[in-house]
């Protein structure tokens, strides 16, 4: 629990460093007042008595950072520095901002697309159960020898009656362009033929 209450303190002291930084000041202050207070009663001069209470307590601007670096968190008041500073520099140069702009969100975009078409692809698995034990069929053209990459309807319909060992038989036809037509104009779309037990 202390460690929690540590670092919530860290995180409260560095987003409200103005008014840490104020409050420090002021604690310094009185340390050297009380200490001159001192000297004075000493019987030194009121200016040798502020300097000798100066000097006993120590260099100030080593003090105050020594209390920055336990009261926050260093690397989140860098991090703040540095993200005004990169702000300013933005409100100089508008056209360098906008070409800044315009390349992270080309660059973020196809960093984007590219990862959904892997992630489709090669990533996940497809979305039928058990895909290992997928078979994909394809006609031989015996005068040619070589595969057709497609069948007839009819012997696709003849290999779903006559199939005693696979669960299901579905058809997919190779990619078509057809003329998709509504309420606008008439565009030309890519698409596939296939039966109704493909899904």
Sequence with gaps: MKALRRTWNRIAGSLLSQRRENELAREL?????MQTEDNIRL???HE?????AVLKFGAIESAKEGYRDQRGLPQ????????????RQFRRTPGFTAFALLALAIGIGAN??????VNQ?????????????LILFQ???PKKETLEGYSSYD???????????LEGISAVSPLWSFTLQGLGAAEQVQGQWASASLF
Excluded: C
Excluded at 76 to 85: E, I, K, S, V
Excluded at 121 to 133: A, Q, S
Excluded at 155 to 165: A, G, H, V, Y
């Design 43 to 45: 019987g030194m001069p």
């Design 121 to 133: 692809v090669l990533l996940k698995p497809p979305g039928y159960r058990d895909p290992d034990r």
């Design 139 to 141: 006609s031989v053209n």
């Design 76 to 87: 989140l008041d860098l991090l703040m520095q540095d993200w005004r500073y990169g702000l």
């Design 155 to 165: 012997d696709f319909r003849d290999l779903q009656r006559q199939s005693k060992m």
């Design 29 to 33: 202050e009185s340390h050297i007042q």
């Design 48 to 52: 040798r008595a502020y300097r000798e």
């Design 112 to 117: 984007a697309t590219v990862f959904s078409v």
